[in-house]
């Protein structure tokens, strides 16, 4: 198992950004494909986007499609998660995750797919 970290978290208004980090404990991101997903208050945990292997392959949801973008650094050990136009409804904790794959194998929307979580850092969107 890989051991994740995300950072970034905040408080911010309506129409700010931020930028979310997932931290790995090695360099993993040319082996593994890296989910993000979140849970927002008595609901349940929601897809956001992965980035595949190698970072050649991106998808976000729906509802977050256009305003949120998946990258990875160059020393492949942080993947980032940049969301733009933000609203309320995107309050939430935000989860990385990830799963060694074929190079491929396109990632899943599904959280069950992924084997290592990291603990997870709160996004709260002020109105």
């Known amino acids: 198992q890989v051991q994740l970290v995300e950072s970034g978290g905040g408080l911010v208004q309506a129409g700010d950004s931020l930028r979310l980090s997932c931290t790995a404990s090695?360099?993993?991101?040319?082996?593994?494909?890296v989910g993000w997903f979140r849970q927002a208050p008595g609901q349940e945990r929601e897809f956001v986007g992965f980035?595949?292997?190698?970072?050649?392959?991106?998808n976000y949801a729906d509802s977050v499609k256009g305003r949120v973008t998946i990258s990875r650094d160059k020393d492949k050990t942080m993947v980032f998660l940049q969301m733009n136009s933000l609203k309320p409804e995107d309050t939430a904790i935000y989860y990385c995750?990830?799963?060694?794959?074929?190079?491929?194998?396109?990632?899943?929307?599904?959280?069950?797919?992924?084997?290592?979580w990291g603990q997870g850092t709160q996004g709260t969107v002020s109105s």
């Open positions: 995750a990830a799963k060694r794959t074929i190079l491929t194998a396109s990632p899943s929307t599904e959280a069950d797919w992924y084997t290592s």
């Open positions: 980035i595949s292997r190698g970072g050649g392959y991106t």
């Open positions: 090695r360099r993993i991101f040319n082996d593994y494909a």
